[in-house]
């Protein structure tokens, strides 16, 4: 994204890659794929969040109207329902096949700036901002109505599920990574990184039993079970 507009590139042919351009009114600030990359999910600072059609360009439904700038966006894993997270303060699930809001707004006490769905589309995991936020905290949410299922304090940079569902990351620039349950378990599995600025993304492997994590200088694989295996890039 660049401006008021995002872009596609189709780079199969690599010699001579096409372009095309999506545009907003105002800032696109986050974008993702959704299933099969048939559409893609933009968010902009006008507060609108707009799905494309991938092969044509063009609009694919009317912009969802989250009422806020949209600093993240996420597709859920069946494609029906995807997340936006603004800067007022709240995330909202949409079903995009109904044209409808999936959820009461789902609150924070400051700019939700990180979304994710869990691979099993249960759960919807909503962090807050990192400098002005009184009560710092990732929350987890039921995606079919929005209860709360449970709040973990902290300042994070970046967060994910494991493939069953049954586990988050957070990572934070106090270079740890910290793993734990979705259910209300207040122990978490603590894994030290190194690094310049802190872990700024991180990923599972498919079979959960490794993490990926990734700061502005360094690259790290820890193993999630007892935290060896180190290994750095």
Known sequence: ASGRSAYI???????????????????????????????????????????????SGKPAANDINHGAAVV???????????????????????????HVAQTPP????????????????????????????????????DTHNGRLIRTIRGAFNCLAFTSDSQRIASASQGFTVKIWSVADDPEAAQLPV??????????FSPGGNRIVVADDSTYFTERTDDGTGTHTF
């Open 9 to 55: 590139w189709n780079v199969r042919d690599a010699a001579s890659p096409t372009r095309i351009r999506l545009r907003h009114s105002s800032s696109v600030w986050n974008l993702c794929f959704g299933r099969n990359d048939e559409l893609i999910l933009t968010g902009a600072a006008d507060g609108n969040a707009r799905l494309w059609d991938v092969k």
């Open 106 to 141: 789902l609150r924070h006490t400051a700019q939700v700036n990180r979304v994710a769905f869990s691979p099993d589309g249960k759960f919807l995991a909503t962090a807050d901002a990192l400098s002005s936020a009184p009560a710092k905290s990732i929350k987890i949410w």
């Open 194 to 203: 190194r690094g310049d600025f802190g872990p700024q993304h991180l990923v």
């Open 72 to 98: 993240a966006v996420a597709f859920g894993p069946s494609g029906q329902l995807v997340a936006t997270a603004g800067s007022d303060g709240t995330a909202r699930v949409w079903d995009i096949a109904r």
